[in-house]
């Protein structure tokens, strides 16, 4: 039996915030990104008013500014207890939209244990106490549409402090979203690159996954990978441009959609602890060794790698000769992103890369997301990726 897992409701296009006056809340608890509330007065004004009229309360709560972590969501937890909200607003990319889901079983689970935390799939009911709406503010982490939180989690070893670990459950799955271009306007370049290939890499990982062939996540991901191979290169030229900035939008959604129906794979689980050497982009990790895992994949997954290319444009009938096409065009669609390649790009030393490459290895075939790789990767396959960027 194979399932779809789908929010109830996605609203899209210009002005469709305004499908929160709809919504019946009383005590709407707000989880925003700062610098983006700092940003958008505007936007925050009008929310402020539409609440207002609603005659709804409110408590702003801002996230931490940078990736989550399982502490820091631990921490603000008493305060969402306490405000006791019926809507759970989570306004920002996917560092907000993760935290915002963990946050959810610490409103109804004060004192659930991490190891309960981290049972996949198998979290004690929640959704009971409040309704969940996701408005993402950057097209890439899908977030909004999937069963998962990526948080930085303590690692029990001093080498390397902190990992991220994926969090999952269905229960995840916001209960509606808002696509609205005007909450990504003033998106940086450099994130609208990062989180633009993030959702190639969902959509791409999703769709050679191991996990049975899904037609209601398929077709997502083929569509993803389109829009986001035509329309991330023009949004990077014209960022202000509310068309292509809602393409890239739905190509995030899509790319959500396509993981949430199987599941992520080896570029994830690699990138992931690149990320733990030096300050990186979540995006940027998981694209910059996308080429060599497409490589170690082709083995089992020639055909569908061969799907891609062309969905993209290749016309190449031979396999091979259409997964180097898809190669090139990711090649390009890196550079398009301006998205770091080498050591010297990382600005990492090839000694700490050397000393840490046995640990990364080991790290990313423990990683959850390794589990949805089509076929098992050896450590020396692994490390060799790391190795490859010196």
Do not use: W
């Not at 309360?57 to 631990?74: I, W």
């Amino acid at each position: 039996m194979l399932e779809a897992h789908f929010p109830k409701r996605i609203v899209y296009g210009q002005g469709s915030i305004r499908f929160l006056e709809t919504l019946d809340a009383e005590r709407v608890y707000l989880l925003v990104d700062e610098v983006f509330h700092q940003h958008n007065a505007a936007l925050f004004a009008d929310l402020d008013a539409l609440f207002a009229a609603r005659g709804s309360r409110t408590m702003l709560q801002f996230g931490e500014g940078h990736e989550p972590t399982l502490d820091f969501a631990k921490q603000i937890s008493g305060r969402l207890r306490a405000f006791a909200p019926d809507l759970i607003l989570a306004i920002g990319g996917g560092s907000i939209l993760d935290t915002a889901k963990v946050l959810e079983v610490f409103y109804e689970h004060p004192d659930i244990t991490d190891q309960a935390l981290y049972d996949r799939f198998h979290l004690p009911p929640i959704r009971r106490k409040a309704k969940l709406v996701a408005v993402p503010t950057t097209s890439g982490s899908g977030s909004e549409v999937t069963p998962f939180s990526v948080m930085y989690v303590a690692s029990g070893n001093p080498s390397i402090p902190s990992i991220k670990r994926g969090i999952a459950d269905y229960q995840f799955i916001p209960d509606h979203v808002i696509l609205d271009p005007a909450f990504t306007l003033t998106m940086p370049l450099g994130v609208t690159a990062a989180t633009g290939l993030d959702a190639f890499v969902h959509a791409m990982e999703a769709f050679v996954s191991v996990k049975p062939k899904n037609l209601f996540g398929d077709h997502f991901a083929l569509e993803g990978m389109r829009r986001v191979h035509r329309f991330l290169p023009l949004v990077l030229k014209q960022p202000d441009n509310l068309d292509y900035r809602s393409q890239m939008q739905i190509a995030a959604t899509m790319g959500g959609l396509a993981l949430a129906n199987r599941s992520s794979g080896g570029s994830h689980a690699v990138g992931k602890q690149l990320a733990t050497l030096c300050p990186l982009a979540h995006g940027l990790s998981v694209s910059i060794m996308l080429p060599d895992v497409i490589r170690a994949n082709a083995v089992v997954r020639a055909p569908e790698y061969a799907e891609i290319a062309r969905y993209l444009g290749s016309e190449a009938t031979d396999e091979q000769a259409a997964i180097a096409d898809l190669i090139g065009m990711i090649d390009g669609l890196l550079t398009a992103a301006r998205c770091p390649r080498t050591l010297a790009d990382l600005r990492l030393d090839k000694q700490t890369l050397v000393d840490h490459a046995d640990l990364l290895a080991q790290n990313s075939l423990a990683d959850a997301a390794m589990k949805g790789n089509p076929r098992v990767l050896s450590h020396d396959e692994v490390k060799q990726m790391f190795l490859n960027l010196a």
